[in-house]
Each structure stands twice: as C-alpha cells, then as structure tokens.
C-alpha cells in the first residue's frame, strides 16, 4: 500500500477526515485549501475511488473512504504499538494516553485511578475528555481514545469491556423532599408530581429512563435537560427537585447526607453497568494496558470503592 500511495497525501486525507473540511485541514497543515484539494484528487486517481462527499459546509467519506480510513488507523496503530514496546525497556516511563468518559467519572477517576497513576508515572501525559454514551463509543471505535469509562455502552462488536460493575439508576433528591418520606422503592409516576432534571438522550442513563417509561406507561416532564451531571447534582442539591441519575454522577462536594438516593422498583432501571472499554483488537501501548489494569483494578476493588468513594460509588444493585 505505501509503495502505490504517496504518504504526505494519505496524511492530507486523514487530516480533511479529523478537521471536516478541506479547508479546515488547510488551516491545521498551514497549506493553501487549493492544494490539499488537489493532493485527495490524487490521491483518490491512485485509489481508483471516490474517497470524500460533500456533507452539509464540510466532506464526509465514502465507503471507499472510511476503508482506506480504517486501514490508516490500523496501520498508525501498529506502529504506535511498536514504539509503545520499544519504549517499555525504558519501563514506561514516557508516553500519552488519551481516555474519554462519562462526566459522572471524572471526579471518581480523578480522586482514584489516574490520581495513583499519574503519581507513579509522572512523565507520562493524560488527555481526558467528557462525552455523552454515544460520542465515547465513536471514539474508541475510531481510535481516538485508548480507554473508555461509560454507563452501559451498546453491543458493538467492536468494543471490548475489560470490566463492568452494576450502577442502578436512583432518583436523587433532598432528604427533606417529600419523595424521601415515602419509605419504599419508587415507581415512575410518584415522580410525576414533582418538577425533575434529566440527561439529553445521548447518555445512557436517560435511555434506559426512557425504557423504564415505555415500560410502565409513564413519561417524566423535566424541568432542566442537560448534557452535565454536575448539573443534575446542583439541580437537585438546590432544592429544585429530582434527578434520576446514579449516585456515582453527584460530584464529591455535593455527594453529602443532605441527598438521598431513592431506589427504583422498575427492574430496568437495575440493570445498567459501569463499563471500562477500548476498541476491540486494538493493541494498547504499555502505558495504556497500566492504566486500563489500574482502573479495571480500582473498580473491581470492594474496599476502595466503599472506603475511598463516598456513599459506595459502585453500589451492587439493589431491588
């Protein structure tokens, strides 16, 4: 394949590919929009395909496109996977790694794993990311996130889950709400009377709401619909009303007796999992493969999730 396409083209494609536009990449490359153009022309006369579509203002690619995409990616991959190992005699003491996550798990994995990490490894670098369930998948599937946190991702056979910890959806309120005072698990129409916060439908957590609302006939009216779980904490730490969420979501400083995590009676909202993921047959470097070992360790450890995160961040589901 490189002896029959020229390189720099094949990176002005990927780069078209990352920034959406032609002209986007020209910017990032500090080239002229005309001749990155010229060069995916080229490169595609080497294809013998058509590779980029005009979608909406940018380009999008073709099936011929997202194969030649695939085969980059596996190919940077592997030789990723190369100088990962090269660099292991050094004992990891170098290296990036890039992780996305539900902003449920930013103050969990902040306070736990990538706190011991980052303090044994201290030369390595960490970009962490916040995503809904959706944009997480996209991004390990393509490669542009080693590791991923998430609350029940969809079956893909392109996701690999190195763990998973049952995480029941709650509803989050006051213990001074009404709700609080009713002493038994809820049913979704208790909620009904009460003004309610709730996740945009990318998240996982509000699609298994709404599974739980077909399923008893039943549909909430949220007052705030939010793409931040700090802003569900807040929501209801503010006495405005409830979140139906995971206690995991609160972030530390509002996690307090003062919230009560209410247990639900509809059984769907007991099955969602914690999951930790990486893109299935992707080699990770040494530095990655630690850090995946740590967090699938701190998660599956009972006494750091009961004595290190407050109110039992991984509680096992409870009817």
């Known amino acids: 394949m490189d002896d029959k396409l020229e390189t720099r083209r094949l990176r002005y494609f990927m780069q078209v590919l990352e920034s959406g536009s032609v002209r986007g990449a020209a910017e990032v490359l500090g080239m002229d929009a005309s001749a990155v153009s010229r060069a995916v022309a080229l490169l595609e006369t080497e294809c013998g395909a058509r590779l980029l579509e005009r979608r909406g203002r940018g380009v999008a690619p073709t099936d011929a496109g997202d194969l030649l995409a695939s085969y980059l990616r596996r190919q940077q991959s592997q030789k990723q996977h190369l100088l990962a190992q090269l660099d292991s005699i050094r004992k990891i003491e170098r290296g990036h790694i890039d992780i996305v996550a539900g902003e449920g798990f930013v103050d969990w994995l902040m306070r736990n794993s990538l706190r ?3 303090q044994s490894h201290p030369k390595i670098t960490i970009a ?3 995503g809904s369930s959706d ?3 996209k991004r390990i599937v393509d490669e542009r996130a080693h590791v991923g946190m998430l609350f029940q991702p969809p079956k893909d056979e392109r996701l690999r889950s190195h763990h998973s910890h049952p995480q ?7 213990a001074s709400h009404p709700l609080a005072r009713l002493g038994r698990p809820l049913k979704l129409a208790d909620l009904q009377a009460y003004p309610g ?9 509000r699609q298994h709401i709404e599974a739980a609302e077909i399923s008893e006939g039943v549909r909430l009216n949220a007052l705030l619909t939010t793409s931040s779980f700090s802003a569900l904490g807040h929501f209801v730490a503010a ?16 996690d307090t007796a003062e919230i009560s995590a209410l247990p639900m009676k509809n059984p769907l909202l ?18 990655a493969m630690e850090l995946l070992r740590q967090i699938v360790s701190d998660t599956a450890d009972p006494l750091r999730r ?5 109110q039992d961040d991984f509680p096992d589901a409870r009817a």
């Open 135 to 137: 944009e997480i998948v």
């Open 306 to 310: 009961v004595n290190q995160c407050p």
């Open 197 to 205: 916060a709730t996740l945009h439908r990318g998240f996982g957590v």
């Open 168 to 174: 029941p959806i709650q509803t989050l309120v006051l």
């Open 116 to 118: 011991t990490f980052m």
């Open 270 to 287: 007991h099955q969602g999992r914690t999951h930790v993921i990486s893109r299935h047959g992707r080699v990770l470097s040494p530095a």
């Open 239 to 254: 006495g405005l009303g409830y979140a139906l969420s995971t206690r995991l979501s609160l972030p530390a400083h509002l």
């Open 128 to 130: 962490l990311d916040v």
